[in-house]
């Protein structure tokens, strides 16, 4: 990733098993602890520009999350009632992204992986997310499909 004046990222070689509080994080792998350093420093003068490449990927995609079971999605986000700053918390293993790009899905899992976590998108044009632990709502203005050119 090329963000602001640095460059970051080793691949990993080996596969490994990453998973979070929402269940398993597929088809990414990437290591810098550079990266994750500068990402948790507030002071350091890329950090804004890492929240900010990392809440786009988390927002600007057609991924769709979905549950094994209906009743795997909490209620507050199946009804879009969470209240600010307060996170419902997902059963582990139940939430899935699909998407008909594996380049989008291994976005999307990138900023999941460094706490941006794309939730749903419901009926009213709103996408929800969990930034570092708080759920946020944006409204959706338009939706540019994804291609290689984009």
Partial sequence: ???????????????????????????????????????????????????????????????IAQYNDPKDVPPAINEGLLEDNEVEMVIPDKLIYQSSSPDELALVNAARYFNYVFLKRDISNNIYIVENGV????EILHIIEYTSER
């Fill in 135 to 138: 759920e946020v709502k944006y």
């Fill in 1 to 63: 990733m090329s963000i602001g004046a640095y460059e970051y990222g080793d691949e990993i070689k080996s596969k490994i098993n990453l998973k979070d509080t929402y269940g398993n994080i597929t088809n990414f792998l990437f290591d810098d602890p550079l990266f994750t350093e500068h990402a948790n420093n507030p002071s350091h003068d890329n950090s804004k520009n890492i929240k900010l490449y990392l809440n786009c990927l988390s927002l600007c995609h057609t991924v």
